[in-house]
């Protein structure tokens, strides 16, 4: 992360935040986790409305809650509403610690680490929102608010309007029920609503009204920062219009700071200031909307904006359409989440033997490649996923010859210049070995893309910008070599 | 009628809605769902019905498919002609209602009438109208695979071209194979070669032959040498069954489509009131069903007891066929899809499958009900790519439903805005983008967040006011006037009726025309 | 699609009248009298339990003195079968007592009737409302916790629900003697796991509502949550639960006493004995000549028991619907 300059008024911190949901086998045992955030970081600053983009599962929603503390992450901190001087403290020490860390370095090893620990941990417990006791919390409460996406479950069928907006100011603000109710009625106003709605229940509500009515409550307190989760998915256009200026009022006049998750890239684009782009629990782009929109970098952003259907038949837009889809968060791909998917993937990016396996059976396929044909009998593909290891295995007692193996290393040669070819230029060498019916591709070892700053401010998760990476042996391209190409019809 | 013979025109009409009108008849009191809705679709083309929730838009689509829950849904007037057939003529005749009150409705139906139609819809539902559904989860049965389900849609129609098309591959001989080779030899341009190759193959029901067949003429210019091939692929597709027992499946069900078809021929009649026709047909139609009663009686017998042996060869065939439709859908790895349970795919690929399932039939129509509104963008680009595939390869017309006036714009050549059970504006899709009449559609264009629009921090969008009428109490005169900028006094009173103000532009508005909708005195309030 | 077309309801303002609180609860009221079955059945549920009621504080009210039916368990072992059939039938004048006739050994029916709701009535309310309580507490908690809480007291609640109700009481009657108390004590055991069932799954749907997170948001602690947002959403459910149990734990304690079981004296007031008795005049004695059909000890209890049941259902789908304010109007 940046450095952040003094002047500024930063409203929240989230530093390394994970949620891993577990999946429970049979009789209590864990078979696994899904991890809808992984290692989550990013900061808001006051009167700010950062925008969250990302398709089904890919954790904005979970980034909301955890950051509301409405459910328990597993691992990382959210400071929020803390001193000035304190915060950037913070910020520099998280951001000491986390590079120390990233380096390999464990505070048995390193004095200095553990020192900064020491200091960390001691702000942590002060102040993280995601440490400090129940009691503690619900003072912060009072100055973030969350607004749900459906209307029709976000308000509590049984209660009447007056109840329900009135709850956060009862119970944070333990206000005296007539001033309660003067501000009800100021509120209700405020909204488009009359006086006398606050006595109905919210099943003779529209969509929209209930909306309405959660940001009623969400904003009876004041508080300093909505996390507004897909506030207007489920409105029809002409009323997402209506909510949206609310929202947009609102922020003028209150100088709320806005966490505006989507699905919408347009909305996103009107409501926000910034915008992160989440995959699969991580964030893979984060930048100023202005700069997102025109100069996206990470490959996903780019194929994401251009699935965007345009409201107008004259513009045809070059599309990028993306492979498959979103694979299962419960077992994500290996290095970058995205590389199955990406039209520019890499060798380093994460190509793993279980990848590799279907690639090289239709490598093998006499129709693709003629020269296969001569290849007859193999039995089986093995995988080591541990060692990066595939083993092409021949029938018991087969001797591969030396034709043999040099069919098959020209057959991955030719490959890595054809669709999909990075696969094949991850495969670092081809041998023979023991008992001489096996053939065994190594694979070299992904690289995890970390979210780098790249240009001032924007920051993305993706190797063709980790600018470090030059590999001599298999001759991947720097970015420069072929960046301007692939990257120049936005 | 005098209708029945306008719908034959120069640009053939492959949809064409009439004055319909829906009601739901509640406990609440009477929905009313859509109002005298006119609109056509031509062939090949893609018409975008675009409006809010609750507008009426998927009652739309429902009544063009004959899928209205009743009770308490009931289309109370109307006509829906496909490919010129009206196919609520039975239903004109039996909607006989009499309103106690509001909650008090009293439907009397004829039986024989009901019976006649839900006999010829099924007939036509999936064989000349498909429809794709919003959610693909909610609309395959979760304990048959994929395959079986596309299968048993395949085997519901065109049971006489399957075993036509077998009879042909099994008695395909020397000669005819080299007849067809030198017409394809004729054909100078690679691709309409492949075009016929392809089409041919379909025909013979060899359709996993097409890809060698290709590569084949490609690389050989041989004829001799060619014909041979063929005839060796070929001969190992024969399976050599019994073609006497398959000839007499194929007669049954030719029988069983012949009085299909003469039913409907039977309904026109009835309805313009041609008795010596309708006796004629009548009497044609118990005939044949007494030949199929005597001459089919041991089939039919057969068919229910040892179905699997009888039905092998069609099964054998749909298998074949659904592979081939699950690979233009662009499904990756059909075969293991097609053994797959709905639960074990995304959503993206469960709508790839009701695609492929919705063009088992090859239906002219195509009705798809918000079918990417459930997905994410980037599956939604592709399942729009398919879609548009699909209207252009197999000149399929498609009625497009939609709240997304971004897909509309994608997806459709004319569009018609529907705002609470009325049609307000259709035209042309680059008209209705650009040259907009009515209030609602250009509010409706205003409220779009655009991409391209630069918005600082304290511009609004513009919003229309209100929200969408309650249909069982809608406001009087005007559906749209509580929330209109241009309300004028007429527009409480009276009601617009759609005008043809440009080429092709019709629009419902005072702003534009005077004329008034009438509205029948006896009708249901 | 239906709901989908009428589900928009536009409120205009200014329509509807200012409604201040105490008119809620009137609506609920209103609701529920708009509802013919209901009223009737809450009526008659009613006039029930005003007869047990009645007849506890004042037993003499219906001309029967209190001790009189252990009098006659005693008089039953020293008379011989014979004169058991010079019973009255109903609508003779004998007066209020014999009224509906008399049961075996001419024991007035309509005051044993009457007598019977004391316990029958007293005995399931206790049970219903025990189960209830105890059942939809751990329910509700186990449901709105998770994790191990669930898990334990759902495991817990498990055990009890696989415990044979037959062959508990059978035991129980060999333990506490075959008297109506030993089956209030199986029933007691067996009765509160099939609430906490019911409200744990009604408070698992409702836990993961976005209203609950909100108010979570808002600072309420997960007791409140429980109370105030969580238990009201699962009240009407289990007011229908409640209203069916009723009356099959009355069903319940007739089988008892018809199995003998409960092996209760000849005209103990209880319903399932008196049904008991009066199906051994139907069953026994209708074949021999020079009876007549002595049907009234089978078919009136009979009877009262079946309007009781069916009307505190209505009763309960009633409450239900009052309670809803998305199904009333």
Known sequence: MTKISADENILMYVHGLKKYFPIYGGLGGVKGYVKALDDVTFYLREGESLGIVGETGCGKTTLGRTILRLIDATDGDVYFNIPKDEMIKIIDLEEQVKEKMDNGKTPETDPELRNLLDQVSKFRHKYSLLRISQRELRKVRKYMQPVFQDPFSSLDPRKIIRDIIGEPMRVLLKLHPSEILKREKKIIEEIGLSEDHLYRFPHEFSGGQRQRIGIARAISIEPKMLVLDEPTSALDVSVQAQILNILRDLQNRMGLSYIFISHHLNVIRMMSDRVAVMYLGKIVELASTEELFNEMLHPYTKALLSAIPIPDPEVKIQRTVLEGEIPNPANPPKGCHFHPRCPVAMPNCGWSPVDLSEFIKSMLDPVRNPEAEAITNVSEIQTDEDNNILDMVFEDGYNVSEETLQIIKNLVEKESFQQKGSAFKAISSVEKINPGNIVRFTIRKPDTPKLKEVKRGHFVSCLIYNYNYYDEKTESPTPEEYGPEIYSNN | ?525 | MVEEVIGLEQVNAGTKKYRPRLELFSATVKSFVSNKAAVIGAVITFIYFAIAIIDTVAPSVFGIPSGEYTDLGYYSKHISPVETFGIFSPGTSHGFKYLLGGTIFNYPLLPAMFASLKFDLGYSVLIVGVGALVGSAIGVTAGYLGRWADEFMMRVTDVFFSVPFLILAIAFSTIFGHDMLSAVYALLIIWWPIYARLSRSLALSTKSLNYVEAATAAGSSKVRNIFYHVFPNVLSPIFVQISLDLGSIILIFATLSFLGITNLPYSFPELGALISDGDNFVTSFIPLPGFHLIWWPLIIPGFFLLIFTVSINLFGDGMRDALDPKLRK
Do not use: W
């Not at chain 2, 139906?109 to 006999?119: A, Q, W």
């Open chain 2, 1 to 525: 009628m005098v209708e029945e013979n306008i719908t034959v025109t120069e640009q053939k009409e492959r949809l064409k809605v009439q004055d319909l009108k829906v009601r739901f008849f509640t406990s609440k009191g009477i929905v009313k769902a859509i109002d005298n809705l006119s609109f056509s679709i031509r062939e090949g083309e893609s018409y975008g019905l675009v409006g809010e929730s609750g507008s009426g838009k998927s009652v739309t689509a429902t009544a063009v498919m004959d899928l209205i829950p009743d009770p308490p849904g009931r289309i109370i007037r109307g006509k829906i002609y496909i490919d010129g057939f009206n196919i609520l003529t039975d239903l004109d005749q039996l909607a006989k209602i009499r309103i106690k009150s509001p909650t008090d409705v009293i439907i009397k139906r004829k039986k024989r009438l009901i019976k006649r139609h839900n006999y010829i819809m099924s007939g036509i539902r999936g064989d000349k109208v498909s429809m794709v559904f919003q959610e693909p989860f909610l609309s395959m049965n979760p304990v048959m695979t994929i395959g079986d389900q596309i299968k048993e849609a395949i085997l519901l129609h065109g049971r006489v071209d399957i075993a036509n098309s077998i009879i042909k591959r099994e008695t395909m001989n020397a000669q005819e194979v080299s007849k067809i080779v030198d017409t394809i030899m004729a054909q100078p341009d690679t691709q309409t070669r492949n075009k016929i190759i392809v089409r041919l193959c379909g025909e013979y029901a060899i359709p996993e032959l097409a890809k060698p067949f290709t590569d084949l003429f490609e690389n050989s210019t041989d004829r001799d040498f060619i014909i041979n091939e063929v005839l060796s692929l070929v001969n190992t597709k024969k399976t050599g069954l019994n073609l006497e027992k398959l000839e007499e499946s194929k007669n049954y069900f030719l029988l069983r489509e012949r009085i299909l078809d003469l039913n409907l021929e039977l309904i026109g009649a009835e309805h313009s009131g041609d008795e010596r026709t309708a006796a004629q047909l009548e009497a044609q139609i118990k005939e044949l069903k007494s030949t199929m009663r005597s001459q089919f009686l041991l089939y039919s017998i057969k068919r229910r007891f040892m179905r699997r042996f009888i039905d092998a060869p069609f099964e054998k065939f749909a298998e074949g066929r659904t592979l081939e439709l699950l690979t233009q859908v662009n499904i990756a790895g059909p075969e293991r899809v097609m053994t797959s349970y709905p639960h074990e795919l995304s959503g993206g690929m469960l709508q790839r499958c009701m695609i492929a399932m919705a063009f088992s039939a090859n239906p002219q129509l195509l009705i798809a009900d918000e079918p990417t509104t459930a997905l994410d963008v980037t599956t939604q680009a592709q399942i729009l790519d398919l879609m548009k595939e699909v209207n252009k390869n197999y000149n399929t017309s498609i009625l497009f439903i939609t709240h997304d006036l971004a897909v509309i714009a994608e997806m459709c050549d004319r569009v018609g805005v529907i705002y609470g059970g009325n049609l307000v504006e259709e035209a042309p899709v680059k008209e209705i983008f650009y040259n907009a009449k009515h209030p609602y559609t250009t509010g409706l264009m205003n409220a779009i967040p655009r991409a391209e629009r630069r918005f600082e921090k304290t511009a609004r969008l513009e919003s229309i006011p209100g929200s969408v009428p309650n249909l069982i109490d809608p406001p009087s005169g005007c559906r749209f006037h509580p929330r209109c900028k241009f309300k004028m006094d007429v527009c409480s009173e009276k009601k617009p009726k759609l005008v043809e103000i440009e080429k092709d532009h019709k629009v419902a508005c005072f702003l534009y025309s005077d004329e008034v909708e009438e509205e029948p005195r006896e009708e249901i309030p």
